[in-house]
């Protein structure tokens, strides 16, 4: 009840195309769903969060899309460019688990220019 | 600092040696995790420190990783009686803490272990 499937576990997308990562959950006391970028060497940054009172939010080019009755959430990177190569994961997590992130297995984005 | 940092960046020991793994967090942060990140297991938790508060342990894979955190700020994780399975990144994070605060995480580089 505790995991968090994400797919694909990778993607190659051309510049300038939509990147569509997806991830679904079980359990429903996750109340927060961030979504972290990760370059080779490096830890992962938070790139955007959601909470389950939305239904999608958008930061600049990076949207989730977010499902709480199929209990689903995505993230679309719009006009994906070569910079945004790197490993994506998502996570999800609950102030009753101390809000310890349960994160997904990721996915790596390449991105040809 | 202007992040979380940890040291050393890089580790290789022999098995069944002891190491220890340092991270500071971000100044005034009073929540702190580690976490383990391995090509078979991908990010686990391992180990989360709120204030003086009882750690959550509940991520720990056995009783030769243990962790502490000294005056609510620098955290060790040691692991004892290192084996092959133990070859991972180990990623300290941490964050404000308290309802507000909770998933908003920002993590270290990492400690690359290497146990031969």
């Known amino acids: 009840q505790q995991q968090v499937k994400q797919s694909p576990q990778s993607l190659i997308v051309q510049k300038g195309g939509i990147s569509i990562i997806n991830c679904a959950y079980e359990n429903t006391a996750f109340d927060y769903f961030p979504w972290y970028q990760q370059f080779p060497g490096k830890g992962p940054a938070l790139l955007i969060a959601i909470r389950p009172d939305v239904s999608e939010k958008k930061e600049g080019r990076f949207t989730i899309s977010f499902n709480k009755s199929a209990k689903q959430f995505s993230l679309h990177i719009m006009d994906s460019q070569p910079g945004d190569s790197a490993t994506y994961f998502c996570a999800a997590s609950s102030p009753s688990n101390t809000g310890k992130l349960i994160f997904g297995q990721g996915t790596t984005l390449q991105v040809k220019p | 600092g202007a992040g979380v940092s940890q040291s050393p960046s890089n580790k290789v020991t022999e098995k069944g040696k002891d190491v220890e793994l340092r991270c500071d967090p971000i100044?005034?942060?009073?929540?702190l995790y580690w976490y383990r990140q391995s090509l078979g297991q991908g990010l686990e938790f391992l180990i989360y420190f709120q204030g003086n508060s009882a750690p959550d342990k509940s991520g720990l894979p056995s009783d030769r990783f243990s962790a502490e955190r000294t005056g609510g700020s620098v955290s060790t994780l040691t692991i004892q009686r290192t084996q092959q399975e133990d070859s991972a990144v180990y990623l300290c994070?941490?964050?404000?803490?308290?309802?507000?605060?909770?998933?908003?995480?920002?993590f270290g580089p990492g400690t690359r272990l290497t146990v031969l």
């Open positions: 100044s005034g942060h009073t929540a």
């Open positions: 994070a941490s964050s404000q803490g308290g309802l507000a605060g909770v998933g908003e995480q920002f």
